[in-house]
């Protein structure tokens, strides 16, 4: 019994095999096969995912290192943002904790009176500044919209050592593109840091050539 007429063993059936887990309980061998797999993607995708944002981050610091020679701290922010983040309608504001107050450092596709709007520091570029923490509208949807920011996609503070420098006013993103993205605020959050770190820098700079 459990031999054929010639004495070898019957072929397994299909589909049958089996392979212990741990506590000893089987689970069928194209089950295991697919576990394992779901988790080399897994963890591929992890490792694909912090290459990509390691990507972005090297070529971000590369300009802001670039900025401190030339000089154009708040041009380099703007391109990180135009090409890395996808919004060509940016504003950077200069901050005076001291006297609570804003002064338009540069700007790229946005019009004159809404930059007048923002300065005056009401809204979330106010909230950013005084509270020291980025602020994201599509996050907030129980705060009100001022007229001038139906279009604002965040405010970013840029802050050093406890200290805001600025604050960055980033409205709409480019058409492709419907909101932002994980790696887009992890970016953020380096420019926080170091895009304060490279503004301070370049006030600095121009303090040593000043009147």
């Known amino acids: 019994m459990g031999s054929t007429r010639n004495g070898s063993r019957p072929p397994a059936q299909a589909g049958s095999q089996t392979e212990p887990v741990k506590g000893g309980s089987l689970v069928p061998a194209g089950t295991e096969e697919l576990r ?29 290192i670039e900025a401190l020679d030339h000089g154009d701290a708040c041009e380099a922010i703007g391109e990180i943002i135009a090409n890395l983040i996808g919004s ?32 005056s520091g009401a809204g979330f570029l106010g909230r ?3 509270g020291q923490a980025s602020q994201f509208p599509e996050r907030q949807l129980n705060t009100p919209l001022l007229s001038y920011e139906k279009n604002l996609t965040a405010c970013i503070v840029l802050k050093s050592s406890n200290e805001v420098a600025g604050v960055i006013a980033i409205l709409g993103l480019l058409p492709q593109k419907s909101c932002l993205e994980w790696a887009d605020f992890e970016l953020l959050k380096f420019l926080e840091l170091y895009g304060a770190v490279a503004l301070k820098f370049q006030r600095l700079q121009q303090e040593r050539v000043g009147p």
């Open 36 to 64: 394992v797999r779901v988790q080399q993607l897994s963890l591929r995708e992890q490792l694909e995912r912090h290459h990509f944002l390691l990507e972005r981050l090297n070529a971000a610091s590369a300009r802001l």
């Open 88 to 119: 060509e309608e940016v504003a950077i504001f200069h901050y005076f904790p001291l006297v609570r107050a804003f002064k338009l450092a540069w700007s790229s596709g946005v019009e004159n009176d809404i930059l007048r709007a923002f300065g």
């Open 128 to 130: 950013a500044a005084h």
